[in-house]
Nanobody, 116 residues
Framework: QVQLVESGGGLVQPGGSLRLSCAAS????????MGWFRQAPGKEREFVAR????????SYADSVKGRFTISRDNAKNTVYLHMNSLKPEDTAIYYC?????????WGQGTQVTVSS
């Protein structure tokens, strides 16, 4: 069983930056592709970014491409999401999970609010 704990969210002004972290415990995730997902109020959870087990390949939703960067540190069993040029429409709860996601592994997420 894997426990995933997201952190690093907060309130930021439009154009600002944040770095989210996803710490895994229970077992290593170093051999799995990982992803970030988000859920805005009143909307379904959506894909944001994914990274292969060794970091060799990444992909992004069109809405964040060029602004967000996913990375990982397998020695720390941690995945990151670097978010730049944040927009109000990026406001959501952000979650990490394996990719494709495992239902039992969803954590509490971390709230990101972009507002002036």
């Amino acid at each position: 069983q894997v426990q995933l704990v997201e952190s690093g969210g907060g309130l930021v002004q439009p154009g600002g930056s944040l770095r989210l972290s996803c710490a895994a415990s229970g077992r290593t995730v170093s051999r799995y592709s990982m992803g970030w997902f988000r859920q805005a109020p009143g909307k379904e959870r959506e894909f944001v970014a994914r990274i292969t087990w060794n970091g060799g390949s990444t992909s992004y939703a069109d809405s964040v491409k060029g602004r967000f960067t996913i990375s990982r540190d397998n020695a720390k069993n941690t995945v990151y999401l670097h978010m730049n040029s944040l927009k109000p429409e990026d406001t959501a709860i952000y979650y990490c999970n394996l990719n494709p996601p495992i239902r039992e592994y969803w954590g509490q997420g971390t709230q990101v609010t972009v507002s002036s």
